[in-house]
């Protein structure tokens, strides 16, 4: 995940503040994802022990974060740069925004199941959630690259031109 996130911000980083931002929101999000799900290098949870509350409620923060800056900021530009750049673009949006919208009804389960959770309600699935949570950003990530492509190259044939 990190590693895609360095490649993205290489490629489109600086093209438009949006983009910057959100990318920036995708890093945090990455970071306390692996922190949770103790991948290395925080690697720091012993045996079946679940994330302390607080870590849980700060990373359904960042979540709900992203989904909103994504939905409210970059997709509403890149929507409208696609109805500019012709039609390709906009189809290509509308093929994606169903694919993303899965990742968002999951991350929106996800945060209604763990944001307010107790300590004694704390499921035990919650590793299992995670994961399968961590395997729709994946391709919620890959999606979203796609529309950032679109939009960065239209950008850049625009101020060129």
Known sequence: MYTRLESAQQKWGG???AIDNWLDERQRLIVRYCELASLPPFDKKSGNSLPDLADIQHFCQLLMDYLSAGHFEVYEQIVSQCAVNGQDSRQLADSLYPKIAHSTDMALEFNDKYAEAESSTLSKNFDRDLSMLGQALVERFDFEDELI?????KHSKAVSA
């Open 149 to 153: 492509q679109t939009l960065h190259n």
């Open 15 to 17: 093209s438009l503040t």
